[in-house]
């Protein structure tokens, strides 16, 4: 396929026109746009959209949707408590757990998968959200059509057979309230071994950070340091409660952090250092985690975020994209070749309607261009016409091509209708 007339995001994060080939799933050329193209393959008109590399998600649980509301206005120290909305949470997870596998388990995942390739996501980092779940969520990823990253947690020797060219696979060092010696032991075995990616929730919280203290007198970083887990293959989600020697330490060993901005907003976990992240050039991704699932709101926020503490302006809309794009290729996705539009990358792409305008005006030359920031404040789901993964089409005009999504919403609906029902009657027979 040739795309033609394309107005893409080059690797500087600028915007430049061209022609670009695909075979094979991959970009193999960029002509320039002068050039008189003469193709007798398949040839799409890119005129009309701003085309970028798709948006990889650096850390979700799936399936999610459903348990969207179920914990407002209440921190992660207080889920399953003894209140009417501890019981229903209860219910959400235990319910999840048991539908593993099963049809139901399918329509969920499907849900939250459609919502997020329609943002323009094309690679997720799937933490998961059920024991046992890793190949019914690796089979759900390949029947949308998305790219992901799957955390196998203590499953990953018996998993490896999972990871293929569109599906990356890690291991997991455990969260601070489940870390024993005995799982740094099995943790140390598995790096000896299989030099995994490894991934984790890091100091998210105070109480996170107060159980690690009393269990081992550190921080978990200094922790990771000492029996020799962190290093570059290292994924440390939030981060929020690191002091200044952690940031140090996550920087000489080239680890990475997943900054969740909205996810500490909501579950009241803290604000993590972000400028202090990148003033270490720590290589920062950015994830949607649990429930929300809206990768813009994360974008724009870590933007305001980057803004409201810099005195010169320091920081712009393109050091929210390589957060998306370059930095988690660096690590999740390096061995496919995804978060950039250049050759030998795989066509993992999104198109923007340019024309709309909530995106005007628009002023692009060589001393000063505002689509990239106009973009990041004011696109919308609408406003992605066409997805693109390894050269295929996710999306065309608008509408999912891989599976029917009106009947993945009617079958959601349908079912989200009748759990929450089911479980607000014998809820309110217990005794709470």
């Known amino acids: 396929m040739l795309l033609k007339n394309t107005f893409y995001l080059d690797k500087e994060l600028e915007f430049k026109r061209g022609h670009i080939l695909i075979e094979k799933g991959v970009i193999t050329n960029i002509y320039d746009y002068d050039k008189d193209m003469q193709y007798t393959g398949e040839i799409f008109d890119c005129s009309q959209y701003f085309v970028l590399p798709g948006l990889i998600n650096a850390h979700t649980h799936n399936p999610g949707t459903l348990a969207r509301g179920l914990f407002r206005d209440m921190e992660l120290k207080d889920w399953l408590n003894e209140s009417f909305q501890g019981k229903l949470q209860e219910k959400l997870f235990n319910y999840i757990d048991e539908s593993v596998g099963n049809e139901n388990f399918r329509i969920l995942c499907l849900k939250a998968y459609a919502e997020y390739i329609k943002q323009g996501i094309t690679y997720i980092v799937e933490t998961g959200q059920a024991d046992n779940s890793e190949e019914a969520i ?69 109480w996170r950070r107060d159980v690690i203290m009393e269990k081992f007198n550190c921080s978990t970083v200094k922790l990771m340091n000492r029996e020799k887990l962190l290093n570059s293959r290292m994924i440390l989600f939030h981060c929020v409660h690191v002091d200044q020697e952690d940031m140090d ?22 604000e993590a250092p972000i400028q202090e992240f990148l003033k270490r050039n720590i290589n920062v991704l950015l994830g949607t985690d649990f429930i929300y699932q809206d990768i813009w709101e994360v974008m724009r ?73 106009n973009i990041l404040l004011n696109c919308r789901e609408e406003m992605i016409k066409h997805v693109m993964i390894d050269g295929k089409w996710v999306i065309q005009n608008s509408e999912l091509t891989m599976i029917d999504e009106a009947v993945v919403e009617q079958q959601y609906r349908e079912l989200s209708e009748k759990l929450i029902s089911d479980w607000i009657n014998h809820t309110n027979l217990l005794e709470i």
């Open 249 to 270: 330490t996550i920087a000489e060993k080239g680890a990475s952090i997943v900054y969740c901005p909205v996810s500490n907003m909501w579950s009241n976990a803290g």
């Open 301 to 373: 926020l870590t933007y305001y975020n980057l803004q409201s503490k810099s005195e010169d302006y320091k920081y712009s809309a393109k050091d929210v994209f390589k957060m998306v794009t370059q930095n988690p290729n660096n690590r999740v996705g390096s061995h496919m070749n995804t978060g950039l539009i250049q050759e030998n990358f795989k066509a993992d792409l999104i198109f923007i309607d340019k024309n709309d305008t909530k995106l005007l005006p628009i002023v692009n030359n060589e001393r000063f261009s505002n689509i990239l920031h």
């Open 138 to 206: 690796v089979k759900c990823l390949r029947e949308i059509g998305l790219k992901g990253t799957s955390d196998l947690y203590d499953t990953y020797e018996n998993n490896v057979h999972l990871a293929s060219d569109a599906i990356n696979i890690c291991a997991h060092f455990p969260e601070e309230e489940d870390i024993t010696e005995k799982w740094i032991e099995f943790c140390k075995q598995l790096e000896e071994k299989y030099k995994p990616i490894f991934m984790t929730h890091c100091l998210e919280n105070d």
